[in-house]
């Protein structure tokens, strides 16, 4: 018994370690672009994809819904991109714009027409990180495998392309697109691929974790390792560093006090920001004040 | 009020919860928009969660003054952080909302669990608050809504210049002596005042589309501050009245319904608003490339066509007469001569223009240099190139 309560924790930490991963590696590039809070857009913007699966379908089986929730998300991303570049708004108008029009959209599909089934707010909003370890497949030899971690997996895998493959030309854009553009880069292209990796790691990760984990480990590990850095290789690498502290010391937390285990991640990684914002070496608050003490006192 | 009238009288209340929402957040949501920093009310929204849990657990029921006393104390927590963290200058205002929010959020949800492992079944639908009851309005909670949304207008209204100085050029506001950072603070906390008000009626992501569509169709139709202002309130009003006539007609939820009605009207605004909706300005495009190519043609008839907008452009010039088998009609020669003449004098005012002795400052048009200018100055324009080609 006690074996099987450690090994569900291990499934825990490791399928929170590669979200952790997952959006260590692409945070960074919307934090510099400014576009942090795309990751709470697109959560959002999924829920149609996911009422409309059922509505055709009847099924809420994970694949159909994942491709449901991928459609709308892209469309969501796509939508503010195309917004955006009228000129005639800033990105987080674009934002504020489009996804609380597909939410509204989710949410009168399931009033009018999936009412008394079970298909809650909390499903999509909430996943729940501690189900992760019963919902296991097989992948041959007999041993059983958290089937989120095998997705997860698969999407590390796809965004640690996407980023090393990519590397120069993703730094390039996000720092100067106009550059970028010169030596016909198409910014916009990368943009949109970045945009379209963040959607689907969003929406991939959402059914196992829940769609507030997800949008603080997009934003929060990114930020902290801002504060911390700054080179963007550093950056990256902190970013999924901070995500697995999170992961693992939210999780003992939880245990310790028998709470959500996504709260508690969340609220770790908030932690690791706030002692980043005070004690950042170069840029912390404290740091600073103290060092300007110094100055003042060296000062004849 | 008439049309009103006719409605029971629970819609009556929804209508008019939805009236004051919309004129609320859409004046106060012009601010956030403006500064581009539209999610704060998103951040906001969700902040008040904790806040309402740890309401319910220092009073142990589900009173509602005291949950929105604790939503409204997070809430400006949560707003004021939010400054703060920009402040520092090393994150940017759209981190600094999503680090609020997702920190909010995850200590909101582990309160909930908290609450629920603890305390009796009175918890149940705790969380709810979030998502918004509009068919639940009481009239005293429109009345509520209204006094708190006056009092706002109110401040609005009585600084209205102090305001629009800080939220365009805060260091210029700085100067001349205006206390920014109390302005900016006010700013924010006026707009907590409207999420407060909203989120427990229409629920957190509607209140995201009540602050921002209404700047974004009032900033489609307008150029000044001094009129997008009064018409994003304009604008939220009759998006949540519409919405909510809407909704009440077909028995939908009122607050998805008034997002979507939103929704339509802001992009129809982006695309149709005149001067400078996305057809408008296509439309105007494509006129000038058509002009392009017209003239190219009039200027060499006899040149080979090359492309699909040239053969348009010569199909068009025969059907005005200008072109016929032959080369340009006499009409046509009449045209091109026309064509020169305003090719040489906006060459003549690129190079002498300075000379021109004009009575005011006027902007010179390439199109119709003479219409833009007047007579006098083309006259004087003609004298100067005339003599600067003798000389």
Known sequence: MGDAVLGDSIVIIVVAGLVATACGLLGPFLVLRRIALLSDAVSHAVLPGIVAVWLVWQTRAPLPVVVGAAAFAVLCVLGIDALRASGLMASDAAIALVFPALFSLGVLGVTRFADGIHLDLDSTIYGEIAFVPFDAIDLGGGVGVARAGVTLAVVVVLNLLLVTLLWKELKATTFDPAFGATVRLRPQLLSRLLLVAVAVTAVSAFEAVGAILVVTMLIVPAATAYLLTDRLVVMVALAVGVGWVGAIAGHSLAIAYDSSIAGAMGLVCAACFVLALLLSPKHGLLTRRLRRRAGVASAP | ?391
């Not at chain 2, 009245?241 to 009122?254: E, K, V």
């Not at chain 2, 190519?293 to 040239?310: E, I, T």
């Not at chain 2, 048009?365 to 006259?379: F, I």
């Open chain 2, 1 to 391: 009020m008439f049309p009103l009238a006719a409605l029971p009288y629970t819609d009556t209340v929804v209508v008019l919860g939805a009236l004051v929402l919309g004129l609320t957040s859409g004046v106060l949501g012009t601010f956030a928009v403006l500064r581009q920093r539209s999610l704060v009310g998103d951040a906001v929204a969700h902040s008040t969660l904790p806040g309402v849990c740890v309401a319910f657990l220092v009073a142990g029921v589900k009173d509602v003054p005291g949950l929105l006393v604790g939503a409204a104390v997070a809430g400006l927590v949560a707003a004021l952080l939010m400054v703060g963290i920009e402040r520092t200058g090393r994150i940017k205002p759209d981190t600094a909302i999503g680090v609020v929010l997702s920190g909010f959020f995850s200590l909101g949800v582990v309160l909930l669990t908290h609450i629920a492992s603890t305390a009796d079944a009175d918890q149940a639908g705790l969380e709810n608050y979030l998502f918004g009851q509009a068919a639940g309005l009481l009239a005293s909670d429109v009345v509520v809504m209204a006094v708190l949304g006056g009092v706002a207008l109110l401040v609005v209204g009585a600084l209205r210049r102090a305001l629009t100085t800080t939220l365009f050029d805060s260091s210029y506001a700085g100067s001349i002596g205006l206390p920014v950072r109390a302005l900016e603070v006010l700013m924010t906390g006026l707009l907590v005042v409207a999420v407060v008000i909203g989120v427990r009626v229409v629920g957190a992501i509607l209140m995201v589309a009540m602050l921002v569509v209404p700047t974004v169709v009032a900033r489609q139709l307008a150029d000044r501050f001094t009129y997008v202002l009064p018409l994003a309130g304009v604008v939220g009003a009759v998006v949540g009245i519409t919405g909510s006539l809407l909704a009440t007609r077909a028995a939908l939820p009122t607050g998805p319904v008034i997002v979507l009605v939103g929704f339509s009207i802001a992009v129809a605004a982006v695309l149709l608003a005149p001067g400078r909706g996305v057809l408008w300005r296509a439309s105007r495009l494509a006129n000038r490339r058509r002009r392009v190519l017209r003239d190219a043609v009039l200027v060499s008839p006899g040149a080979p066509m090359r492309s699909v907008g040239d053969r348009m452009a010569r199909a068009s010039l025969r059907r005005s007469g200008l072109l016929d088998d032959h080369g340009l009609t006499p009409a046509g020669h009449r045209a091109a001569d026309e064509l020169a003449d305003r090719r040489a004098l906006w060459s003549a005012w690129l190079e002498h223009g300075a000379l021109v002795d004009l009575p005011d400052a006027r902007e010179p048009d390439p199109t119709d240099l003479r219409g833009s200018l007047g007579d006098d100055a083309v006259a004087q324009l003609r004298l100067l190139s005339a003599g600067g080609r003798r000389g």
